[in-house]
């Protein structure tokens, strides 16, 4: 639970930290001005990405009532995160760990999304079966009518 706890707090750390990791380690460990444009770019996505996905993270009732987040969100977190660090080290498996920070990247996302929706749409019916449930004290004491009963109001036309 305390390993959980603290991947939602790095969430939020981890929105400029890992940015700044990739340009940090392109200029330790790639060295060159060549590539650094698209690389500046791609972190800025990623800052964005990074920053979608832990508010998405935080909608979710379970999370915030925990404070803490679900074993396969920390799974999916945590292999997302490390494959981000290993291509920031830019070596011979840096488009290993690129392709890996994509795919991860994205099945994070779709997790999360996934059990938001699937949180979301349970508190719904929920609170709809609860609403349901109840009835009013006045329709409840009043007899059943069949629809042939009742009162009839005939309007009659007549011409001017």
Do not use: N
């Amino acid at each position: 639970m305390m390993l959980r706890r603290a991947l939602l707090r790095w969430q939020l750390f981890a929105v400029p930290v890992l940015p700044l990791w990739l340009l940090v380690g392109f200029g330790v460990f790639a060295g060159g001005a060549s590539g650094f444009f698209l690389l500046f770019l791609a972190a800025g996505a990623l800052f964005v990405f990074l920053a979608v996905l832990a508010g998405v993270t935080r909608l979710r009732p379970v999370v915030r009532q925990t404070r803490a987040l679900a074993a396969w969100d920390a799974a999916a977190t945590l292999a997302f995160h490390l494959a981000v660090v290993g291509l920031g080290f830019f070596g011979a498996t840096g488009v290993a760990f690129g392709v890996a920070a994509v795919l991860l990247g994205l099945a994070t996302f779709w997790l999360t999304i996934g059990e938001l929706t699937r949180e979301w749409r349970d508190r719904v019916s929920g609170a709809v079966a609860r609403a349901s449930a109840r009835t009013s004290p006045v329709a409840a004491s009043r007899p059943r009518r069949r629809p042939d009963e009742g009162d009839t109001i005939i309007v009659h036309e007549t011409d001017h």
